[in-house]
């Protein structure tokens, strides 16, 4: 029997520097250490995403779909603020050097609550 394929590493979280302490529409996030950065500008992938707000707080979130979207976990700001998971269109991506900025567009609609089961 031949040796099992060694596990593959999770493809990683790239960090993402906001511009305020949470997102709203216009707010801007630079997203940092993308491999082909003006590709992704151009056509952007799927990423997990590690988002970095001004006050100095984080969160994890995902980009996925068509259109762009930025889904955010729950989290609570240094002032305390706790806010729920929330979704958020992406209005568009600019190449900046070697980073991806990200526009923020309107508020998407949240997946529905997984089913207790």
Do not use: N
Request: net charge negative; charged share 15%; glycine share 6%.
């Amino acid at each position: 029997m031949p040796p099992a394929p060694p596990p593959q590493s999770p493809p990683p979280a790239y960090q993402a520097l906001c511009s305020h302490t949470h997102l709203f529409p216009g707010a801007r996030c630079r997203l940092q250490g993308l491999p082909h950065p003006e590709a992704f500008a151009a056509d952007p992938e799927p990423v997990d995403v590690h988002l970095r707000f001004s006050d100095g707080t984080a969160a994890p979130a995902d980009l996925r779909g068509d259109p762009a979207t930025l889904t955010v976990a729950a989290h609570t700001t240094a002032a305390g603020t706790p806010l729920d998971e929330s979704a958020w269109f992406v209005k568009g991506f600019t190449l900046d050097r070697d980073e991806v900025e990200m526009t923020i567009g309107a508020r998407a609609p949240s997946p529905p609550p997984a089913a207790a089961g």
